[in-house]
């Protein structure tokens, strides 16, 4: 099971990117899959979050409003698309899987499973 990012970069503060996690060896459609972020110097800190049918989906409060996440079940392919980016969105960007179609209660990094190997965003001011 393999989990791989793309569609980071180098962005002016306001402008937009959008992520795509790409899923390969999932032999079922029912796993929930989540955006993490992370910063050198801090833990992993959990961004949205989608449910394998798509029915669920979470946002953490610095993000809402901003931030869009949405599958393809067809593709394998959740993606994450990032609007009005500021400074603070800099980060790398994981996604994660976990075989269940819900949405953790914890939303932990210990919830998932299966981790891409991240993308960078860098947001300049």
């Known amino acids: 099971l393999q989990l791989v990012e793309s569609g980071g970069g180098l962005v002016q503060s306001g402008g937009s990117l959008r992520l795509s996690c790409a899923a390969s060896g999932f032999t079922t459609k029912s796993y929930s899959v989540a955006w993490f972020r992370q910063v050198p110097g801090n833990g992993r800190e959990v961004v949205s979050s989608?449910?394998?049918?798509?029915?669920?989906?979470k946002y953490a409060d610095s993000v809402k409003g901003r931030f869009t996440i949405s599958r393809d079940n067809a593709k394998n392919t959740v993606d994450l698309q990032v609007n009005s980016l500021k400074p603070e969105d800099t980060a790398t960007y994981y996604c994660a899987g976990a075989l269940i179609n819900e949405v953790p209660r914890s939303l932990g990094t210990w919830e998932y499973d299966y981790w891409g190997q991240g993308t960078q965003v860098t947001v300049s001011s």
């Open positions: 989608i449910s394998g049918d798509a029915d669920i989906i």
